[in-house]
């Protein structure tokens, strides 16, 4: 605790050091603006001139003035960010520290609570500004680009007054030409500048939806198991393409259109009180009811476009569903059905989107329609100012010009807020998965270079997140020694798999311990525990990747690896051979170099099962938990890779799931599960002596073997979930 506090009070002092400079370059910025400030008060209300700066220079002090503004507060801002930050990481880093000092799994809960309250301080807005800032360089060039574009933009309107005064009231054949001259130059250099602004925010848009995307992904693969059993897929990846993209163009363009916006409505206003402070007060006589329109629609869609997302991403899930699994859509004939699914969802999406293009029209006609009243009032007022002779008509229709320019500032000001409203709301729940902390606290460092293999689970209970309410595991307890080879079997849904998965650390037990060489299984190293403990489930996954790179899956460097550690193509084909794979791989034209195809779709289940078992044999472990790794097999093929699996039980510690009692009855030790419970264990012959569930089970095989019948076979194996018997029993 000490250690915290020390730390704390560190970064506070830092914090402060910082806020005090922030704050002394808010005054510097805030004392420039009061002097502007005061300058068109004076000007406009007295007539009376300072020495400077004056009226002709006024432009340009405006310019530097907004351009150090705005450097000066993104500088400000950012270091505000960094002590915030450095804050945060603080306490986040005592907590991490804190989770590696415990050794005991059930307070770990405590530790990534804390972990949660310290990356729930950092809200959507500044997490978005804090992925921004990392193209700062970027982003200045980009304002320094819009702030001369925006000068240019006002200079525009006041060449044109002076034009006109020049060609009609104060007629001057060289100052025209002069001015036209100047007009075509300033009009020239503005769309330069203003492509230039256009060009950098883009890229910054382009890497800033990267940068987004990256995290979340990576947030993704740190999250539990348990995270996807509760989430849908769909809802996934719809965060992951059109959220990121969503917030990222938005943000990065309505970024540029506000910074472009407020740069030119700022420069026009110097303008505006240069020319006439009385009609510049009028033209304000909006800008409060804008504000409040803007406030009002601004949170009204942000909830809207949230909702949007959400409907959007339940839609995705039912079109993902379908897609992922076109084959059994296809052979139930459930077309019509999962159409009607996915328009039910998109109706949904539709009318919300009805309420977004009401709102939306609502707010647009009144933002229309309040600049134009204001207009009528300005020209009513300058039209009388013009008749006293107390303006210039160039004057006036500078003026005009000038209001155009910030109305329609003000109205872009007003599209951004309802763009950056809809793209909050999306960031809120892509932002929400990217500080999503893990429900299983982080894997520990411990990477020992003894490693027995004892595997124990003492007195597990166990829910799956997804069924809270359900106890899959009831106080389960045992003990697989080093070199033992256990079976678990027991009817289908007893929790079999359960176990196995408890192992893995896949998901934690609500109770109880699961230990591995005495030690719980959380403090091992994720890299040193999957190549001394490796697993072939029911139904392994290969990727789009060649043959010889999915054996090798997870050990490459890539993933961590040294180079010297990574296994020898010589391994792999060993690996493959002993798991009878290498004569099909042999047989290919590309042999290990053949592509998987997506999801291993180009190969056959009997074939993905054989190269599961040769993924897990190359990493040599010391522990094989074989979760029916024979099931997809046929007869001959079972044979060999049972034969390869009888010599590997042999030197290693096995824990085997499997239906096909011939797999386990050599087993050191047989444990019966059932009902989330071990209801009995002990040697084929002592649980056949014993006459208990095991007795019944074998029963029913052998009596499914003797029937030989298909039908006979159909009831045995639906009655108990049982494969037919082997012959070899
Ligand atoms: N991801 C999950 N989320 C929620 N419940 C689950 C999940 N996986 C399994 N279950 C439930 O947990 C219980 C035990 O399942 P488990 O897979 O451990 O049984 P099993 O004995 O291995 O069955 P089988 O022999 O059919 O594979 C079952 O009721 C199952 O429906």
């Known amino acids: 605790m000490p250690c915290l506090a020390s730390k704390i009070s560190k970064r506070v002092l830092a914090l402060r050091a910082h806020k005090r400079a922030s704050t002394l370059i808010w005054a510097l910025t805030s004392g420039c603006q009061l002097l502007l400030l005061a300058k068109a008060v004076t000007v406009a209300v007295a007539g009376h001139e300072w020495p400077w700066p004056t009226p002709e220079h006024l432009g340009a002090v405006g310019l530097v003035y907004l351009y150090a503004a705005i450097v000066c507060s993104l500088a400000s801002l950012s270091v505000l960010r960094h002590s915030a930050e450095a804050l945060i990481k603080g306490w986040e880093e005592h907590s991490v520290t804190s989770r590696a000092e415990v050794t005991e799994p059930l307070l770990e809960k405590g530790a990534a609570d804390a972990g949660q309250e310290g990356a729930d301080r950092r809200g959507t807005i500044t997490l978005l500004l804090h992925y921004s800032s990392y193209d700062l360089p970027l982003l200045l060039l ?3 680009a819009g702030a001369v574009a925006a000068l240019g933009q006002a200079l525009i309107p006041f060449y044109t007054g002076r034009i006109i005064d020049y060609a009609s009231i104060d007629p001057d ?10 007009l075509i130059l300033v009009s020239l ?10 060009g950098f925010f883009t890229v910054c848009m382009a890497k800033l939806n990267v940068r987004i995307r990256t995290r979340l992904f990576d947030s993704l693969l740190a999250q539990e198991l348990g995270y996807f059993d509760c989430t849908n897929t769909g809802e996934i990846t719809s965060r992951l393409s059109a959220d990121t993209t969503t917030v990222a163009d938005q943000i990065c363009l309505n970024l540029n259109v506000a910074l472009r916006s407020l740069t030119q409505a700022a420069m026009v206003l110097v303008f505006m009180f240069d020319a006439s402070w009385r009609l510049t007060i009028i033209t304000f006589i909006s800008i409060p009811c804008v504000i409040l329109l803007c406030k009002v629609y601004g949170e009204y869609y942000r909830e809207l476009s949230k909702a949007v997302q959400t409907e959007l991403a339940n839609a995705n899930s039912v079109a993902e569903e379908a897609l992922s699994s076109m084959a059994t859509v296809k052979a139930h004939a459930a077309e019509t059905s999962t159409r009607h699914a996915y328009q039910q969802r998109l109706r949904a999406f539709a009318v919300l989107q009805l309420k977004e293009a009401l709102a939306y029209g609502a707010y647009a006609a009144t933002n229309t329609f309040l600049p134009n009243v204001v207009n009528a009032v300005t020209l009513f007022y300058g039209g009388r100012l013009v008749l006293d002779g107390r303006m210039s008509a160039g004057a006036l229709v500078s003026f005009m010009l000038y209001q155009q320019s910030l ?3 003000f109205q872009a000001l007003g599209d951004v807020f309802s763009s950056l409203s809809a793209a909050v709301g999306a960031a809120d729940k892509v932002i929400e998965m990217i500080k999503r902390v893990p429900k299983v606290p982080a894997p520990g460092s411990l990477a020992p270079s003894e490693f027995s293999g004892r595997v124990e689970l003492q007195n597990v209970d166990f829910s799956y997140p997804a069924r809270p309410s359900l106890r899959v595991l009831n106080g389960v307890s045992l003990q697989i020694n080093p070199g033992e080879v256990v079976a678990l079997v027991g009817p289908s849904g007893g929790g079999k798999s359960s176990i196995v998965k408890l ?3 896949f998901y934690l037990p609500s109770n109880g311990l699961v230990l591995l060489d005495g030690r719980d299984v959380g403090v091992y190293d994720p890299h040193w525990l999957r190549r001394r403990v490796a697993l072939v489930s029911q139904e392994p996954v290969l990727y789009a990747r060649s043959v010889r790179r999915n054996i090798l899956y997870g050990l490459e460097e890539d993933d961590g690896e040294a180079p010297g550690s990574v296994p020898s193509p010589d391994e792999v084909e060993q690996a493959a051979r002993l798991a009878n794979a290498h004569s099909f791989i042999s047989d290919w034209p590309q042999g290990y170099e053949t592509d998987c195809g997506e999801k291993g779709t180009t190969i056959s289940g009997g074939q993905r099962q054989r190269l599961a078992i040769a993924r897990a044999l190359v990493r040599r472990p010391s522990v094989l938990l074989l979760d029916e790794a024979t099931s997809a097999l046929d007869a001959d093929s079972e044979a060999v890779v049972q034969e390869a699996l009888d010599r590997l039980m042999k030197e290693h510690t096995v824990l085997v799931i499997a239906h096909r009692l011939s797999t386990v ?12 419970a071990v209801q009995a264990v002990g040697t084929h012959e002592a649980l056949l002596e014993a006459g208990g569930l095991y007795a019944n089970l074998v029963r029913k095989q052998l009596a499914g073997s003797a029937a030989g019948s298909s039908a006979s076979l159909r009831a045995v194996t639906s009655s108990a979930s049982l494969q037919p018997f082997s012959p070899s029993l």
């Open 503 to 505: 192992v893995e650390r």
């Open 665 to 676: 009855m050599n087993a050191d030790r047989i444990v019966v599960v059932a009902e989330g």
């Open 189 to 198: 250099g503005c769309s330069i500048f203003t492509g230039i602004r256009g």
């Open 142 to 144: 980009a304002f320094s």
């Open 173 to 182: 054949v060289g100052q025209f030409e002069h001015t036209i001259v100047l």
């Open 407 to 409: 109305n329609s500032a």
